[in-house]
């Protein structure tokens, strides 16, 4: 037991001192090894996840890291993401997985898999003599650039490395959770030396040259940074999380200000984390205060009904969804992953059961929807697209950062199920959170409460109380915002039981209890309808806290096992019409009365009276976590049948274009955005990236490129997308080094983006044409080559 400033950590809780008569005492969470699951889908995710994380080679996961500190590695890397540039993340993130699958179950194989991992890191950080620990290719010599001031820093890349911070927070990350979720103290002594190598590795730069770090995306560093200064007391900690805090995300959110729109949403969300966990430290509390606002407007403006958020890695306009509905790139697990995280420090600092809300709506809706039932594949990004599907990963083949935070996630459901919290001379407080069946053991009261239920196939719970001699503590069940006000009844050995809402949010039973006793849930749930934030005629179906979806195809499902390509993860079949998808058709405004049950089949639904035509009408509705392996619909388009014929030629206009683009479209990519520019070898000097009415751009003093790929040497013609507002600019278009067109900016009166097409040499045409194409923007001199929004290879 540590002491820290009146605050104590113990076996991962973060723990205050009790306060005066009358006052609550702070809300805390218990111990993931505390919870064990019963059986149901959370049990069965868990497991599975279980099965896929043994399956993995912990000698190639520690490969990059040996080779890093200079020793033979003991395997070869794994391939994808682990050996072409972002080495050694996957480790990180399987340091945090093992720790709490390892409280979580209690199996001994998952604890001595965290001890080997832990003993061979350690060697690793002996071996480099300073502290440091981490998996980066060059590592070393990059970290001594940065130390002497030497600082190239992009939106995803730190002097010519793929985001190497990023990548070094989830080794802290790892390190972090396998002492406090798991209880190693060698993690904890290795979490510190890393944290004093970093201390030392910035303690020369300035303010601005940390900013400038900052630039490029560095997970949750001021986070941990924060976390370290609470488990040691020790200041220097804290001051360095503040100054390894993003002022130019944190500045808008202390102003209130909604900036997010372009910014690439999950390299944002660890940040606000991080200014959340400050304040806890003993920070300035306005940051918290920013942290809150950010998680409003993401949930509230920018959140699907699954709990999802972004397309294509970046948050859409809040006020214009449709990106989400035409590309196949939807919400990204990771965002949500951190999200979760997010609300439940939000929810530990105040008690607001909105936060709740969400983490209940995300759980079951997108992250348990997330992993593959049989094969325990994890899921990228869930596309809203009508008619799309997902693609999962494979043991051996895919190491996105998805594939990182889903071997946690399935490993977490038992963290926030109870909480509790108490008085100095009163009882101590209860709180069942989710209606999950688990068993919950509060040692220190001597108390076992066990909850057995089928929810969300049954509409209640029921909380057995296992007690070694009676007690009296307040027992406080959530109200869900999904029941209908008034309808929480809670029976106490099978009598109707007075409760008090003195815990808002909460219904609570104050009494001594007493070995057996027996507490019912009645938990009824109804179907609304959801609509996209901006308001626009596309509706979701939620049944309680459950998304309803129907499946409608399981054709052309190409690549649903990803293989180890750089782009895999995105689910590459044909993107069906949007105007032959199912169309909602409602006299009324109430759609959601149109969804009726089917008899004898729980949480199983039919739309037969809403939809139009035959094709679809005897599609069922059933909970989004149950559909796999298929193509879906979460998102109808609805109308009045008087609006029906004029909704399907507006639909059909719009998406036809677009689909006949991605027909031709050979290869292509999105400048200014992560994971595209990544994937396509990007590489620059002197260039920028922004945002233009919801487009991403990038320009450059110097040069830029791009290494496209042509594998059947189909491309005939090369399409650049302009902004109309850019004028007097000129440069040079090169392909394999060879001029491909000189370009002279004039720009374009009406201001629109506007494509150009340049036609490619016949010799590329030709059998013994390369099939990797260098694309390369280089200004003229004294000028700037772009801005240039999209790149496309064409048939």
């Known amino acids: 037991m540590l002491m820290n400033k009146g605050k104590w950590l113990l076996c991962g809780l973060w723990l205050a001192p009790a306060l005066g008569w009358g006052q609550a005492g702070p809300l805390q969470s218990f111990p993931v090894a505390a919870v064990r699951l019963l059986d149901g889908p959370f049990r069965e995710a868990q497991q599975t996840d279980l099965t896929y994380m043994l399956a993995l080679n912990p000698d190639r996961l520690l490969a990059p890291y040996r080779a890093a500190a200079g020793l033979p590695p003991q395997a070869e890397n794994y391939g994808n993401w682990e050996n072409t540039g972002l080495d050694g993340h996957m480790g990180g993130h399987y340091l945090s997985a093992l720790a709490y699958m390892a409280a979580a179950t209690g199996d001994a194989r998952v604890q001595q898999r965290l001890n080997y991992m832990l003993d061979q890191l350690e060697l690793c950080q002996q071996k480099s003599g300073d502290g440091y620990l981490g998996g980066v290719t060059g590592g070393p010599a990059m970290w001594a650039q940065v130390k002497a001031g030497n600082i190239k820093a992009n939106s995803f890349g730190l002097n010519d490395k793929w985001v190497p911070l990023y990548n070094l927070h989830k080794t802290f990350a790892g390190l972090r959770d396998a002492y406090a979720v798991a209880g190693s103290a060698k993690a904890r002594t290795m979490l510190i030396k890393l944290t004093d190598w970093f201390l030392d590795l910035t303690a020369n730069l300035t303010d601005a040259q940390l900013q400038e770090m900052m630039r490029s995306e560095h997970g949750g560093l001021n986070e941990i940074f924060a976390d370290v200064a609470t488990l040691t007391g020790e200041h220097k900690y804290l001051v360095l999380a503040q100054r390894f805090s993003h002022r130019a995300v944190l500045g808008p959110l202390l102003a209130g200000q909604d900036v997010l729109n372009g910014m690439h949403a999950n390299t ?297 390509a750089r782009m895999a993860h995105v689910a590459s079949g044909p993107l069906y019409p949007i105007e032959e998808a199912p169309v909602l058709v409602s006299a009324g405004p109430d759609v959601a009365a149109g969804i009726r049950p089917v008899a004898g089949q729980p949480l199983a639904f039919t739309a037969a009276g809403l939809i139009d035509g035959d094709k679809y009408r005897k599609v069922q509705l059933v909970p989004f976590y149950q559909i796999q392996d298929a193509r879906y619909m979460v998102y109808w388009p609805v109308t009045t049948p008087a609006g029906l014929l004029a909704r399907k030629d507006e639909l059909r206009r719009k998406d036809e274009a677009r689909r006949a683009l991605e027909a031709r479209t050979v290869d292509q990519v999105t400048p200014g955005e992560q994971q595209p520019e990544s994937d396509h070898g990007f590489r620059g000097e002197q260039t920028e990236t922004g945002s233009y009415r919801d487009r991403h751009w990038r320009h450059a003093a110097g040069w830029f490129s791009y290494a496209m790929r042509n594998p059947q040497r189909a491309a005939r013609t090369l399409r650049v997308t302009y902004s109309g507002g850019d004028k007097n600019r000129n440069f040079s278009i090169l392909v394999n080094g060879q001029l491909l067109a000189s370009v002279q900016m004039a720009g374009n009166p009406q201001g629109d983006f506007y494509d150009v097409d340049y036609a490619l040499p016949e010799a590329l045409r030709q059998a013994s044409a390369p099939t990797a194409l260098t694309v390369r923007f280089q200004a003229a001199p004294g000028s700037t080559a772009g801005g240039v929004y999209d790149v496309r290879l064409l048939r």
């Not at 998805?402 to 509790?420: D, I, P, Q, R």
């Not at 069942?432 to 919950?440: A, E, G, H, M, R």
């Not at 104050?510 to 959801?530: H, Y």
């Open 268 to 564: 944002q969300i660890p940040k606000v984390i991080g200014f959340e966990r400050v304040a806890a430290a003993g920070g300035d509390p306005a940051w918290a205060g920013a942290a809150a606002f950010f998680w409003k407007t993401v949930v509230e403006n920018r959140t699907v009904s699954i709990g999802g958020n972004s397309v294509s890695e970046h948050f859409n306009p809040a006020t214009n969804f449709t990106s989400m509905l035409e590309n196949p790139q939807g919400p990204e697990t990771c965002n949500t992953y951190n999200m979760l995280k997010l609300s439940k420090d939000l929810y530990l600092a105040g008690g607001a059961t909105k936060y709740l809300d969400y983490y209940e709506r995300a759980t079951y809706n997108h992250i348990l929807s997330s992993q593959h039932p049989g094969t325990g594949g994890f899921v990228y990004f869930t596309p809203m697209r009508p008619r799309h599907y997902r693609v999962y990963s494979q043991p051996q083949e895919g190491f996105w950062c998805c594939v990182g935070s889903g071997l946690e996630n399935h490993g977490k459901y038992g963290e926030l199920v109870y909480a509790h919290r108490g008085l100095q001379k009163g009882p101590q407080e209860l709180l069942v959170n989710l209606f999950i069946p688990s068993t919950l053991t509060w040692a220190a009261q001597g108390l076992t409460l066990t909850q057995e239920t089928t929810f969300p196939a049954e509409e209640r719970t029921q909380l057995k109380l296992g007690l070694k001699k009676p007690r009296t503590f307040a027992l406080s069940i959530r109200q869900p915002a999904w029941v209908p006000a008034g309808q929480l009844q809670l029976l106490v050995n099978g009598a109707p039981a007075a409760a008090t809402a003195a815990t808002p949010g909460y219904l609570t039973l104050t009494r001594k209890w007493r070995p057996g006793d027996v507490v019912t849930v009645a938990l009824p749930m109804t179907t609304t309808a959801e609509y996209l934030p901006d308001h626009t005629a596309w509706v979701s179906f939620v049944h309680g806290p459950v998304v309803l979806a129907a499946v409608t195809d399981t054709t052309d499902l190409e690549g649903l096992h990803a293989n180890g």
